[in-house]
């Protein structure tokens, strides 16, 4: 998915509650975020519950963390950062505390049950889009999935240059290069003037 951070390793290795775990690790420290990089990374985190549903027909609770993980970042995209066209450019949750895990300021939320409302259809919408385009990319992908499946039950553990030499997959483009590569493929519209 362009903009995705690579894979940097995959296990089938448990670890904690996980029964696998997929890192990505971004190529550069990043202080600002674009949109299109927060929608890579829902589809990233849901990609383990596509790959269930579409591999074994049925849900689990193995994706718990990725559900966890996806939801609040998209809520954040939601009353954090103005992601929202329905809901504008308004600052719906307090910042959080880097120290204290939780708001800096105490109280009630700041809007009412009809706003609620809205963003959690918008938090409800980011997570259903995004995992219709890990389905979508993991049905078109079946062939490599199945792949790496086999390796990873003959290896329990690959790293990126293993993984993209099993499935014969390329790195996904950065996001500012496959924005260059849209803006080239769009016809020219002052041509014909």
Do not use: C
């Not at 918008?122 to 049905?139: F, T």
């Amino acid at each position: 998915m362009p903009g995705a951070d690579p894979v940097n390793r995959v296990t089938i290795i448990p670890r904690g509650q996980a029964l696998g775990v997929t890192y990505q690790r971004p190529e550069e420290d990043r202080y600002n975020y674009p949109e299109e990089y927060l929608w890579a990374r829902i589809v990233g985190a849901l990609g383990g519950r596509a790959a269930e549903e579409i591999i074994y027909g049925t849900r689990t609770t193995g994706a718990e963390n990725d559900i966890d993980q996806a939801t609040n970042l998209a809520r954040k995209m939601i009353t954090r950062w103005g992601m929202s066209d329905e809901l504008d450019m308004v600052a719906l949750a307090p910042r959080e505390s880097d120290f204290l895990g939780g708001p800096l300021a105490g109280g009630e939320r700041p809007y009412s049950e009809k706003t609620a409302r809205e963003i959690d259809a918008e938090v409800r919408g980011i997570i259903r889009e995004s995992h219709e385009e890990a389905r979508r990319l993991l049905a078109e992908h079946r062939r490599e999935l199945d792949m790496l499946a086999r390796a990873l039950l003959e290896h329990e553990t690959l790293d990126e240059q293993e993984i993209l030499a099993i499935t014969g997959l390329t790195r996904a483009p950065r996001l500012e290069d496959a924005r260059q590569q849209i803006l080239r493929a769009a016809p020219d519209e002052n041509r014909d003037r």
